[in-house]
């Protein structure tokens, strides 16, 4: 019926923004909430189908347009992510879509959450000072960790960021590596070093680096050390032993923040030693101030087989 059409105010400069290449938002989001779109006159005009779910719908486009105003833009793929599965909550769309990017790397393009386990992750940095992320590779924890702090540390907020990595590594050790130390662990610092290339111009992070706002070493190097107005990332911390990460965790100082990501999927420690990322995770739960944020094989950003890869061998594993 002609009196069920409700129409949505729209720029036609944000339409065409929002409704990615060939209108693929547009039909994601017809697909989803069982409302057709259409686009021919100004704004757009919602058609309600059987099952639909205009709510919902208007909730999205209202994140969408804010979100497009402040430069973020959401293709489809990345905005199906978000809306993750069919069985969410119509509560769950009001603050889907952040409205606003988490920074703006070297080339002016903004870098936001893409998943909802990223979302969840920039929202318990706002509220927590200590913030363990776990979950498998290519869900983009360790880059989006790295924005947070760089941002913060753009801001003022933060005086200094540490990222810090343990130096541990299947079947190898540092002894046999050549070089002098500082080539020798390189190779284990070398992901933190290319997140922060993407971000920052080259003679930014030289400054940065060359004054000591920013610092990169081994995990090893944070004993005796007493962190203030820090920003301190523990990547890979799956492979700490649960002294190290006591120690890593004690060295907060006041005014500083945390996180603490790892994979627990991928313990590299020797055999019969306990990861001191699950050990932390599990006794620190309840304590005010300390978040966990779980990743899952649906909030991979890589190759989509990764997903699938991931996937079957979490089955593969639940069947053991």
Excluded: W
């Amino acid at each position: 019926m002609k009196s069920s059409i409700r129409h949505y105010s729209l720029s036609d400069n944000l339409k065409r923004v929002i409704s990615g290449e060939r209108e693929t938002v547009f039909r994601l989001l017809e697909s989803r909430f069982c409302v057709e779109i259409r686009t021919r006159l100004p704004g757009l005009d919602l058609v309600p189908q059987e099952g639909a779910d205009l709510s919902g719908l208007l909730a999205v486009l209202d994140q969408l347009k804010i979100a497009a105003r402040n430069g973020e833009i959401l293709d489809a793929s990345q905005l199906e992510r978000m809306l993750g599965p069919k069985e969410t909550s119509e509560a769950s769309y009001t603050e889907l879509i952040p409205d606003s990017p988490v920074f703006r790397n070297r080339f002016g393009i903004s870098v936001s959450a893409k998943t909802p386990a990223q979302a969840e992750l920039v929202k318990a940095v706002e509220k927590n000072d200590i913030i363990f992320a776990k979950g498998p590779a290519g869900t983009g924890k360790t880059f989006l960790a790295v924005t947070l702090a760089v941002a913060s540390l753009e801001r003022g907020e933060a005086e200094r960021i540490c990222l810090v990595r343990p130096a541990v590594e299947a079947g190898e050790s540092l002894g046999y590596l050549p070089g002098d130390l500082k080539e020798k662990i390189a190779p284990y610092l070398r992901p933190i070093h290319d997140s922060l290339s993407e971000l920052l111009p080259a003679e930014k992070l030289k400054r940065y680096e060359e004054t000591g706002a920013i610092e990169v070493a081994p995990l090893a190097y944070m004993r005796g050390r007493t962190l203030k107005r820090a920003f301190i990332i523990l990547d890979e911390a799956q492979n700490t032993t649960i002294a190290q990460m006591k120690m890593f965790l004690t060295r907060l100082g006041p005014h500083s923040k945390a996180i603490i990501t790892g994979d627990t999927s991928q313990i590299d420690l020797a055999k019969g030693q306990t990861s001191g990322l699950e050990h932390a995770m599990k006794i620190l739960q309840g304590i005010r101030g300390i978040a966990e944020v779980e990743f899952s094989a649906t909030d991979v950003l890589r190759h989509h087989l990764v997903k699938d890869i991931l996937l079957a061998y979490e089955q593969n594993e639940q069947k053991k």
